[in-house]
Structure formats: structure tokens, C-alpha cells
């Protein structure tokens, strides 16, 4: 069984996110969902990267940007090999696919995107892959919750964006890791899709996600909400 912490939303804490990834020494693998920065500079995201190997053991670190990450701090991610988005990344045991960003509101944060941007940036990396015929599960990993989930949930309202509501339902990824709505934090089965918000790392909230073998050889996922 392997086992993956995620996070999003740090928001410059990396000393929380290094407290959390010294719980978990067995932990090899880190998913961050955006967030990394709270409108900070390529220092900041430099000093919460560093923090997350404070330890000295070597992670396996995969994310996306968030609304509150600068393009100089995306450029720094790209040029790390950090993130993921455009390329996706193949893990021994899970495909990963992402697409960064906030869903454009007022057009008042760093990376801000609409509908058909997002939608068709998701599209382009899920396509690939059949949901009949695949080797290793596939996971999502996006600032932005898709719609109508219990990710995406402000006060009654959802808040995610619709195309990837649409894109989970016609290429249902096995898990869709997102962030961004700090008060919806969940672990849920959608439209067989396992999504999972883990909530603000900067307020100590995390998930760890486990993929193991399940009936027939097949695999079998299942995520925990901790702080």
C-alpha cells in the first residue's frame, strides 16, 4: 500500500506543513493543491519548499498553483519541476493530472481563470485516459472543487467550477484532490469519484490518501481527514 500526503492551502506556513509531514515518516509522497503562497514572492514559496525536506528525507513533491500563487512563484514551480499542470506525472502506482488556478470571480487574485479555461485545460490531460481500460488510477488535482460536491460548498451555496463537474462525470478520475473552499473540507464518493478537500494546511488540516490492490487486481483508494 502506498500512502500520499495532501495538502493545499499552506498560505506561507511551511512550518505547519513540516510539522504535519514529521508525523508521517513513512510518507514519501506530498500532492499540494495551491495555494503554496499568500500573494508571496519567489522567497516565500522558496522557504515553504524547503520546509517540506526540512527533515533531510527526500519527498516526492507534485502541485498546482493557486489564486493566491504570483506568476513569478509559477514560474518557480515550473522551473523546480514542482508542478504539474501541462505535463501531468506518472507515479509507480497513480497517473497524475492537474490544472491550477481559481475560478474568476472579481478578477482580485493572483490566478484567476474562467469556466472554459479551466474546462478545457482538464479536458486535454483527462481525454488520454479510458475509464475502462486503465493500468493505475488516475488522480485530479486541482485548486478549484468541481461543482455541486461537497468541496465546493460555501455556507448553501456551491462555488466549484462546472466544467470539472462535467469532466469528473465523463472521465470520473479515480480520485479528484482540490482545495481552495478552506470550510469544505470533505472525503466523499461522487459519481465514483473519491474527493477529497483536506482544508487549510495553514490551519493544521491535512488528509493522508491510501491507494492499495483490491479484489481481482485491481486498485482501491481511500482517504482520511486529519489535523
Known amino acids: 500500500m502506498k500512502k500520499l500526503l495532501l495538502l493545499s492551502d499552506i498560505h506561507g506556513r511551511g512550518d505547519v506543513a513540516a510539522a504535519i509531514i514529521a508525523r508521517h515518516p513513512d510518507i514519501e509522497y506530498v500532492l499540494i493543491a495551491g495555494d503554496i503562497t499568500n500573494f508571496g514572492d519567489v522567497k516565500s514559496a522558496r522557504t515553504v519548499i524547503g520546509a ?78 479510458s475509464a475502462r481500460d486503465r493500468a493505475k488510477p488516475v488522480i485530479t488535482l486541482t485548486h478549484t472543487p468541481p461543482y455541486g460536491t461537497n468541496a465546493d460548498r460555501r455556507g448553501e451555496t456551491h462555488v466549484g467550477c462546472r ?6 462525470v465523463e472521465f470520473c478520475p479515480d480520485v479528484w484532490v482540490c482545495g481552495h473552499i478552506h ?36 486498485s482501491s483508494v481511500r482517504a482520511f481527514l486529519l489535523k
Do not use: Q, W
Not at 163 to 168: D, L, P, V, Y
Not at 188 to 211: A, K, Q, R
Open 163 to 168: 466544467e470539472f463537474a462535467k469532466s469528473m
Open 52 to 129: 517540506l525536506s526540512s527533515g533531510g528525507r527526500r519527498l516526492s513533491v507534485s502541485l498546482v498553483a493557486g489564486n493566491c500563487d504570483p506568476a513569478a512563484v509559477r514560474e518557480f514551480f515550473m522551473t523546480e519541476d514542482l508542478e504539474i499542470e501541462g505535463r501531468g506525472r506518472e507515479l509507480p502506482f497513480a497517473s497524475l493530472v492537474g490544472v491550477g488556478g481559481g475560478l474568476r470571480r472579481a478578477g482580485l487574485t493572483s490566478f484567476e481563470r474562467t469556466e472554459r479555461e479551466l474546462g478545457e485545460a482538464l479536458v486535454a490531460k483527462l481525454s488520454p485516459f
Open 183 to 218: 470550510e469544505s473540507r470533505c472525503v466523499s464518493l461522487e459519481d465514483g469519484t473519491l474527493v477529497v478537500n483536506p482544508g487549510p494546511c495553514s490551519g493544521g488540516f491535512y488528509s493522508i490518501l491510501e491507494i492499495g490492490e483490491g479484489p481481482g487486481g485491481t
